[in-house]
């Protein structure tokens, strides 16, 4: 099965600075993917970025952008000019390899910016 | 519009009396799964569908049951809640293409006392 680990239970950031939630990963499989999602105090889960293990370029989406680095099995985000609404949970997740379907979630960053 | 929908949102309700949290997604999506999110545990999957009449324990499937008997619907089905289960419950499906995002519905807190 696959392993998410976030180290980071908590961070903070000041309003426009950029900051980096990290994510390390253990899996067998030799295509895999990495997802971040975001979860406001709403609740609701939102889809942030996705990058393949294959991807030749680390994937980006607006402030966000994944710092892909497979030999350390690392695939952290890093939010540029941070804003207010950024405060929330962030997951860093992986597909089950084999088996479709299933997500396997570190268990969470919770980022604080603040003014 | 493409969504997963959940009901009901929120949910008290005492041990040992039967419950069913309903999911439905309009995007045709074969794989479907239940999550719990518990402080500090992230999102544990509880079961998953590959498709209609095929589905799987996943990591936390104790006190849980799920039947999929329409692409589209894939309940839980809690037969006697009981307090450890009081947890904030998703639902998700998914294309099953490696790349592609799950899409989440909106979530049900539990309480059950």
């Known amino acids: 099965a696959q392993k998410i680990t976030q180290t980071q239970p908590g961070m903070f950031v000041q309003e426009k600075e950029a900051v980096t939630l990290d994510c390390t990963y253990d899996t067998s499989d030799p295509s895999y993917g990495l997802f971040w999602y975001k979860q406001p105090s709403s609740g609701e889960m939102i889809f942030l970025i996705y990058?393949?293990?294959?991807?030749?370029q680390n994937a980006t989406e607006g402030r966000y952008s994944l710092n892909f680095q497979k030999a350390r099995k690392s695939a952290n985000l890093v939010i540029s000019a941070s804003q207010l609404g950024d405060s929330a949970m962030y997951f860093c997740a992986m597909p089950g390899g084999s088996t479709l379907g299933r997500l396997y979630f570190g268990r969470g960053t919770q980022l604080t910016v603040w003014p | 519009e493409a969504q997963v929908t959940q009901n009901p949102r929120y949910l008290i309700t005492v041990t040992g009396k039967k419950l069913t949290v309903t999911c439905s997604q309009n995007m045709n999506h074969e794989y479907m799964s239940w999550y719990r999110q518990d402080p500090g545990l992230g999102l544990r999957q509880i079961y998953y569908s590959m498709n209609v009449e095929v589905t799987d324990k996943g990591d936390v499937p104790e006190g849980y049951k799920v039947s999929r008997k329409e692409k589209r619907n894939f309940p839980l089905i809690l037969e006697s809640p009981s307090p450890n289960q009081t947890s904030l419950y998703f639902c998700?499906?998914?294309?099953?293409?490696?790349?592609?995002?799950?899409?989440f519905g909106q979530g049900t807190r539990l309480t059950v006392v």
């Open positions: 990058q393949g293990s294959y991807d030749q």
């Open positions: 998700a499906s998914s294309p099953g293409t490696g790349s592609t995002e799950a899409f």
